[in-house]
């Protein structure tokens, strides 16, 4: 402990600001961690409580502002990012924006505390144009409670984080095969999960200029992205029509034996597109997938069009 209380002394305050800046904006770093190592050298005096505690709450409004301002001027594009971890990004934008819009500013208080919803609360606030003021001052509340929260017991037990700190050497070697082992579980279920996904990928795929052609010779194409029709300055290709994949129930224009359908979305490697195919597929449509979605067709240098007004979804507003 006395090892690393003294890295603190030389380190703590740039280390402390950067794991919670890094870890409000999105990044995987453990910022709780180093609240309570920073609470425990404050009780030991090698940090001021007074500045570990001001420049983690100013780092961690920083990252949030930062967020926020994203969400504000980028919208539902930038929300789509941060859900490219889902495999279905339209549905968690959708499921996180009904459930912030209800609770939002209560959630703000304590959505630091909730792995997941602490990343996307301050860009949904900016999206749903939540006033900034408001925003801050609630921001602000829930930072300093998450901050006080770690920081305080790392504090008041001090003693037992330098009992922990003074044996880690007798299990050193324990804990470091135990992060390989799970290292290794890890790489495994990726590999896992990524040869299951192509044994589903069984949807036949089409190039955007084939598409192209099709479409001269009356082929129908479907935009099967949701959150698209939220944005009023979203595209979709020309000549597209809806298709919500939330509703797919209602689909029942083709049959089995009539031509096949083109489906697109705006996902990693076509998620929502594969799903929405799989399913028509199970209903005996025929269906191809547009290998790239939108982004490759806008490459292939293919028309788009804006989205017709009466199709676009209004969206929750905090104004």
């Known amino acids: 402990m006395e090892s690393l209380l003294s890295g603190l002394a030389q380190h703590g305050y740039s280390i402390l600001f950067a794991a919670v800046f890094l870890e409000s904006i999105g990044f995987p770093v453990p910022a709780a961690l180093a609240l309570l190592i920073a609470g425990g050298a404050s009780a030991r005096g090698s940090l001021q409580s007074s500045y570990a505690l001001g420049g983690a709450v100013l780092a961690m409004v920083s990252g949030d502002a930062l967020m926020f301002l994203m969400g504000r001027y980028t919208g539902w594009f930038f929300l789509g990012l941060l859900c490219r971890i889902s495999l279905n990004p339209e549905s968690c934008i959708l499921s996180s924006a009904d459930s912030f819009y209800r609770r939002g500013r209560a959630l703000l208080v304590v959505s630091k505390f909730i792995p997941g919803i602490n990343t ?7 999206s749903m144009n939540m006033r900034p003021l408001q925003f801050f001052g609630l921001d602000l509340a829930g930072a300093a409670l998450y901050i006080f929260s770690f920081f305080g017991v790392g504090f008041l037990f001090s003693d037992a984080l330098g009992a922990i700190t003074r044996g880690y050497q007798s299990f050193g070697r324990l804990a470091g095969w135990a992060v390989v ?14 040869i299951k996904a192509r044994g589903l990928r069984t949807v036949p795929f089409a190039m955007p200029s084939e598409v192209a052609h099709r479409m001269t010779l009356g082929a129908r194409v479907y935009d099967a992205r949701s959150h698209g029709y939220f944005d009023a300055k979203t595209t979709r290709i020309r000549g597209s029509r809806r298709l919500d994949p939330n509703t797919l129930s209602r689909f029942n224009e083709e049959s089995p034996d ?35 979605g939108l982004r490759a067709w806008k490459r292939a240098g293919l028309p788009v069009e804006g989205v017709p007004l009466e199709e676009m979804a209004a969206l929750p507003s905090f104004r």
Do not use: D, H
């Open 181 to 194: 082992v799970l290292i290794a579980g890890y790489v495994g279920f990726v590999v896992w999960q990524w």
């Open 120 to 126: 996307m609360a301050p860009p949904l606030a900016g």
């Open 258 to 292: 009539g031509p096949t359908v083109y489906v697109y979305c705006t996902c990693v490697r076509e998620a929502t597109s594969v799903r929405v195919a799989r399913e028509l597929q199970n209903r005996g449509v025929r269906v191809s997938v547009i290998k790239g």
